[in-house]
């Protein structure tokens, strides 16, 4: 007769979820098995490991151990769960600890997980320990969360079968705390251990794919006893959205549908804006309306800084774990898209993992906005007009108008020429105006097939047409440098107003420190305070900082904003930010440096209240 015929059912399985090492998962386990064997439960430890761990392993005083199985591999000797053994003892109760262990070669099982299959088709209840890293599904996220790739796995279907999933978590500083004691690793492995896989940044990753994973269990908990009791409500999964919106009419559309979106998603929503160098910005009472609009919706708005839209738009969302993206049509003309498909297709093709929305509203219509370009694209297309459209028409002229008009040819050149001049700057545009004398000359000025001249007015005309090419390159030089001059000086406008706005709606110093590193993309941002009579700011003090590795010198920042006052200094780790930037984060700086003074002040007015009123009992 079986063994799952001997009990009648299959036993059940228990897992304690850790987050990360060292949570206490197996200390959790051990203390269930003394409240069960409180209650007569029978009950025996198969496999625990302490690592060495003296509170773990005064835990396991009067309880039941079974002698493991020792396996011989190259000499020497391991330790394995013997499931024989717990089989003829046949408790109530077994202790499997490190359910994704993998077994010595030469056991009957290749995993851990598959000895304690055997024992659950025995109808043994087993309670065993598995750290959120090992699950099969999260393997990939967590190696490039970590940068360590795991060997040993446990499939989620395995996991996912236990009746009961506890989830073993503390903070990020309380883990590291912890190993700083001694309490996880020998000390000889804490410093490692914190610089490496125990970084802040790690474990809050980690504690967020242990959350999540656990969410999603009992979302389907929930769905089959929704299914059992005939409940027709939904469960949807919590996921985060990012609406990007540029500040036009179709903005606030778009962000109500991203809020229906995220509704029925059950996820959080934010609103980004991406600001452009050069670009029109959107007028501050727009942007007003769209913030106003997106509090009352319960989201928040951010804003960027980024020449390439679609890069900037996928980083923040990428930097949030946004899940979806959603972004208005484009508003480009059927013939712009033939020459650049535009910020949609290209946030499309980019977005990877991430899902990317596309809304239409009526007030989005195509219209013929100039195709956006860089600088180096532009330059390039500009000395290649400046060849192919003098070409294109003495092509024309001498092969079809030449049978048909005796002069105005040169008109014709002139017109080529004024549209490369307003294509590229002077340098192109002389260039045209040169070739097209040489072309007019040679083909249509008598005497033709001669670069000689035999009237003044062809010399007249080519001088003509090199001084419309310099005089209209000129004023198309200077139109352009003031546009995007006018452009600078409006994103720097509302820059300060955001910043500005977050210091009067009483942001704290971290707060206005993270909207400056989320605003120009950087890892970290820092405060830093250089002690008085210091010579140079070689030891400064960190007054705040946000982001990952801040900078604690000014040596060692990627940028570096002096306050003024030779006191404070803004260190900020990531690009490197154009010399443009500096004048806002100048501003920026200044402000929070007065948060500071604010707070000291605030400090010393209560110090100075508490000597007034004690000197006033005093005299009472």
């Known amino acids: 007769m079986s063994a799952v015929g001997l009990r009648g059912r299959r036993g059940e399985l228990r897992i304690y979820l850790g987050a990360a090492p060292g949570v206490g998962k197996t200390y959790a386990m051990l203390g269930e098995a003394h409240r069960r064997l409180e209650r007569g439960t029978d009950l025996v430890a198969a496999v625990v490991e302490t690592h060495g761990r003296?509170?773990?392993?005064?835990?396991l005083d009067g309880i039941e151990v079974?002698?493991?199985?020792?396996?011989?591999?190259?000499?020497?000797?391991?330790?394995?769960?013997?499931?024989?053994?717990?089989?003829?003892?046949?408790?109530?109760?077994?202790?499997?600890?490190?359910?994704?262990?993998?077994?010595t070669p030469g056991s009957?099982?290749?995993?851990?997980?598959?000895?304690?299959e055997q024992l659950l088709a025995a109808g043994i209840t087993v309670i065993?320990?598995?750290?959120?890293?090992?699950?099969?599904?999260?393997?990939?996220?967590?190696?490039?969360?970590?940068?360590?790739?795991?060997?040993?796995?446990?499939?989620d279907s395995f996991v996912r079968q236990a009746a009961q999933i506890e989830l073993v978590d503390i903070a990020p500083e309380a883990l590291r705390r912890r190993l700083a004691h001694g309490n996880v690793y020998a000390p000889e492995q804490v410093d490692a251990a914190l610089s490496n896989?125990?970084?802040?940044?790690?474990?809050?990753?980690?504690?967020?794919?242990?959350?999540?994973?656990?969410?999603?269990?009992?979302?389907?908990?929930?769905?089959?006893?929704?299914?059992?009791?005939?409940?027709?409500?939904?469960?949807?999964?919590?996921?985060?959205?990012?609406?990007a919106v540029t500040g036009g009419p179709e903005s606030e559309t778009l962000v109500r549908r991203a809020s229906r979106i995220a509704s029925k998603a059950g996820g959080e929503l934010l609103v980004l804006h991406v600001l452009r160098d050069g670009d029109s910005v959107a007028p501050a009472p727009r942007?007003?309306?769209?913030?106003?609009?997106?509090?009352?919706?319960?989201?928040?708005?951010?804003?960027?800084?980024?020449?390439?839209?679609?890069?900037?738009?996928?980083?923040?969302?990428?930097?949030?774990?946004?899940?979806?993206?959603?972004?208005?049509?484009?508003?480009?003309?059927?013939?712009?898209?033939?020459?650049?498909?535009?910020?949609?297709?290209?946030?499309?093709?980019?977005?990877?993992?991430?899902?990317?929305?596309?809304v239409t509203d009526e007030d989005t219509k195509p219209n013929f906005r100039a195709v956006s370009i860089s600088p180096r694209e532009r330059r390039a297309a500009s000395w290649l007009a400046a060849i192919a459209v003098p070409c294109l028409v003495c092509a024309i002229v001498v092969g079809w108008l030449d049978h048909y008009l005796n002069s105005g040819q040169s008109a014709l050149f002139v017109v080529g020429v004024l549209v490369v001049a307003l294509l590229g700057g002077i340098a192109p545009a002389v260039l045209s105006a040169l070739l097209s004398g040489v072309l007019l000359n040679y083909f249509l000025l008598a005497p033709r097939g001669d670069f000689a001249i035999a009237e003044h007015d062809a010399a007249v005309t080519e001088?003509?047409?090199?001084?419309?090419?310099?005089?209209?390159?000129?004023?198309?030089?200077?139109?352009?440098?003031?546009s995007r001059e006018a452009g600078r000086a409006s994103r720097e406008a509302e820059l300060m107003t955001l910043f500005a706005g977050s210091v009067l709606r009483g942001a704290d110093l971290d707060s206005l420190l993270e909207r400056v590193r989320e605003t120009y993309t950087q890892r970290s941002v820092s405060l830093v305070r250089v002690p008085s009579g210091a010579a140079a700011p070689e030891q400064p003090e960190v007054v705040a900082s946000v982001g990952e590795n801040p900078c604690m010198s000014v040596a060692l920042a990627d940028t570096a904003i002096d306050v003024g006052d030779n006191e404070f200094w803004m260190l900020m780790a990531g690009r490197q930010l154009a010399s443009r930037d500096r004048r806002v984060l100048s501003v920026v700086?200044?402000?929070?440096?007065?948060?500071?003074?604010?707070?000291?002040?605030?400090?010393?007015?209560?110090?100075?209240d508490a000597v007034m009123r004690t000197d006033e009992l005093r005299r009472s």
Request: glycine residues 4%.
């Open 54 to 59: 003296k509170k773990t392993a005064e835990l």
């Open 463 to 482: 001088v003509v047409l090199l001084l419309v090419a310099v005089a209209v390159a000129a004023l198309v030089d200077s139109t352009a440098k003031r």
């Open 108 to 116: 009957a099982n290749r995993k851990r997980w598959q000895d304690v």
């Open 66 to 103: 079974v002698p493991p199985l020792l396996i011989d591999y190259r000499g020497k000797r391991f330790p394995e769960l013997d499931v024989p053994a717990v089989l003829a003892r046949r408790p109530q109760v077994v202790l499997v600890d490190e359910l994704a262990h993998t077994n």
């Open 128 to 155: 065993s320990t598995v750290n959120v890293q090992h699950l099969e599904s999260l393997n990939d996220v967590v190696a490039e969360i970590t940068g360590i790739q795991q060997q040993e796995t446990v499939p």
């Open 197 to 243: 896989y125990f970084r802040s940044g790690n474990l809050t990753a980690l504690r967020e794919l242990a959350l999540l994973w656990v969410a999603d269990q009992v979302d389907a908990a929930l769905a089959t006893y929704r299914a059992d009791k005939k409940i027709t409500a939904t469960w949807e999964a919590r996921e985060r959205i990012v609406a």
């Open 589 to 608: 700086a200044r402000q929070a440096a007065g948060l500071v003074r604010q707070e000291e002040l605030a400090v010393e007015a209560g110090r100075a």
């Open 287 to 358: 942007v007003g309306q769209i913030r106003q609009l997106a509090v009352s919706l319960g989201a928040s708005l951010h804003t960027v800084i980024g020449d390439d839209v679609p890069a900037a738009l996928l980083d923040f969302a990428r930097d949030v774990n946004a899940t979806q993206l959603v972004i208005g049509s484009s508003r480009r003309s059927r013939w712009a898209r033939i020459l650049d498909e535009g910020v949609g297709a290209a946030v499309v093709q980019q977005s990877g993992d991430i899902d990317v929305h596309i």
